[in-house]
């Protein structure tokens, strides 16, 4: 028998989305719907903006030295954080989101800045707003709050909107940092249960966050199996949730 998809983390988002939606992107109490001021949503964006020249000065670093990305796809945008540097780099933008109210969030921010090279659109598992061939396939702490079956095979059909030579930027979780007496194994009978963002408390409930550790043994087969024979890899560490941030470029012929 099938076992059921865990679709609860969409649904999750999405109250993050009308709740507090750049706290659900950044889980700093400084951007809290109730502490939200004008200085706090310019550190926000400026993270972005830093994010995204670390992005391609790591490509352009270890991956290919010429990059120039024309068009580029954000997987799991959120408010928009990364979607505006990366337009000012590019000719045109895609952020692709499961939630509608981050979406009109990120649309809103768009508008504000005159931004109209980028493009937003509703994701589902199947990926099918997506028609296009990107240069930048990027997304980042997007994948660990996504249930691993949903998401490698999320990945694969990203994988097949990359055109020859584009580049992939792609973030995972793969352990914790309680696990070092197993070396990074969940130790039975444990596994790898949900855990809430930080500033929940049992009054104000916010919706839940997962985070999901992926088999990194499945996501490089993915990978190589499509014709990629090198890549680059920088490891994470966000409050001890271990992570690796995989740079690749698809063959160009």
């Known amino acids: 028998m099938n076992q ?28 809290r719907r ?20 670390y992005v391609l000065a790591t490509i352009r670093g270890c991956i290919d030295p010429n990059f120039a990305p024309r068009r580029i796809l954000d997987f799991g945008c959120g408010v928009g954080r990364l979607l505006l540097p990366f337009a000012a780099m590019a000719e045109e933008v ?37 028609t296009d061939k990107f240069d930048l396939i990027h997304s980042y702490i997007v994948f660990q709050h996504i249930p691993v079956e949903r998401g490698r095979v999320i990945l694969e059909k990203l994988m097949q909107h990359l055109r020859p030579g584009g580049v992939g930027a792609i973030h995972l979780t793969y352990s914790k940092i309680r696990y ?33 550790p992926y088999n990194v043994n499945q996501i490089l087969f993915a990978i190589q ?29």
């Open 94 to 130: 895609v952020g692709i989101d499961v939630s509608p109210s981050m979406l009109q969030e990120a649309a809103r921010n768009c508008e504000q800045r005159g931004l109209r090279n980028i493009r937003l659109l509703l994701s589902d598992d199947d990926l099918s707003a997506l």
């Open 34 to 53: 109730s502490h939200l001021n004008e200085d706090a949503k310019r550190q926000f964006f400026e993270s972005g903006g830093v994010h995204v020249h």
């Open 180 to 212: 070092a007496l197993t070396q990074g194994a969940p130790p039975p009978p444990e596994q790898s249960a949900p855990v809430t963002a930080r500033g929940t408390t049992p009054t104000t409930a916010d919706p839940e966050i997962q985070m999901n």
């Open 4 to 31: 059921p998809i865990d679709m609860t983390t969409d649904s999750a988002w999405e109250n993050w989305g009308r709740r507090d939606p750049y706290f659900g992107v950044i889980t700093d109490p400084k951007f």
């Open 225 to 253: 199996r499509t014709g990629i024979s090198r890549f680059h890899a920088e490891f994470t560490d966000h409050g001890g949730e271990l992570g690796v941030f995989i740079f690749f470029q698809t063959p160009v012929g």
